[in-house]
């Protein structure tokens, strides 16, 4: 599991990005089990996920309406597979707006490159 934290800060908001290999929905699940283990993550606003598996798309928006989808399009374009990738978000008291899709779109990539070889 590898855990970036405090990436991005907007308004107050902070963001956190996570992931690691995963194949099922019932992984996810003990994935999000395990980050939840850390008292920082379980009270985190949301931790959205999208995953990748060979039975198709998975993704839980946890409150943040459309972060999941968003997720999953950019695990697509780059055809991840059996990899989760949560973005957390910890409220900062002011609406984003539509920042918060620019925001999860950031998180992943910043994600995306740590992986990178």
């Excluded at 949301?46 to 695990?75: Q, S």
Aim: charged content about 30%; hydrophobic content about 35%.
């Amino acid at each position: 599991m590898l855990v970036l934290e405090n990436i991005i800060t907007d308004r107050g908001s902070k963001y956190a990005v996570s992931g690691g290999p995963c194949n099922s929905a019932d992984d996810a699940r003990d994935f999000i089990a395990t980050l939840k283990r850390r008292k920082k993550f379980a009270k985190a606003t949301h931790n959205t996920w999208g995953l990748l598996t060979d039975d198709g798309p998975i993704k839980n928006d946890d409150g943040e309406a459309g972060a999941g989808m968003v997720i999953l399009r950019m695990l697509e374009r780059d055809d991840i597979q059996n990899h989760i990738i949560v973005v957390t978000r910890w409220y900062g008291g002011k609406p984003l707006g539509g920042d918060r899709f620019r925001h999860v779109q950031e998180a992943v990539r910043i994600y995306l490159e740590r992986q990178s070889p």
